[in-house]
């Protein structure tokens, strides 16, 4: 209960000297450094880690996050690793994964990693029709009867609201 009690003293604390600060008319949250500790001009601190701070229309990071290969390399070079039986980890993985395929509980998957990596990934076909080409063909007196009974007006229903009649 104690660390509670320390805890709300501090609160307490500092917004005392927020409401002080206030009161001498002081906004505390625009200067947050201050010079007392440097003798001289005060300046701003400036951002960046050049030490010139952010320039405009210069990135911060001009060449990107840099490109490692590291977890790349440890897998090849693990996998290239010779066992005690002649063969490499890379000629008992593949065989696992045949024997997988062969005789294993997933079958399909197994089969579709190998023919994935022997011949490439299928390309897929999709297909986009543009879903905006009927509403552009309706009337406003067909799209407002849609937005109230959520269905679109038949003959009868069109010849009432006086639309065009289009054989839709």
């Given at each position: 209960m104690q660390n509670?009690?320390?805890r709300k003293d501090v609160y307490t604390r500092i917004t005392a000297q927020i409401v002080e600060h206030l009161e001498k008319g002081v906004r505390p949250w625009t200067r947050p450094w201050n010079a007392e500790h440097a003798a001289g001009r005060i300046t701003r601190p400036l951002r960046g880690i050049t030490g010139r701070g952010f320039l405009p229309g210069q990135s911060g990071n001009p060449h990107g996050r840099p490109h490692t290969k590291g977890l790349l390399t440890?897998?090849?070079?693990?996998?290239a690793e010779v066992a005690s039986d002649g063969r490499t980890i890379e000629?008992?993985?593949?065989e696992v994964l045949v024997q997988e395929a062969l005789r294993g509980r997933h079958r399909l998957p197994a089969v579709e990693a190998i023919f994935d990596r022997l011949e490439g990934r299928a390309t897929q076909q999709l297909n986009v029709r543009d879903v905006t080409a009927d509403l552009r063909s309706r009337s406003d007196e067909e799209l407002e009867f849609h937005l109230v009974h959520d269905r679109w007006?038949?003959?009868d229903e069109m010849q009432m609201l006086g639309g065009k009649d289009d054989g839709c």
């Open positions: 509670t009690t320390e440890a897998l090849r070079n693990k996998v000629d008992q993985l593949v007006p038949s003959d």
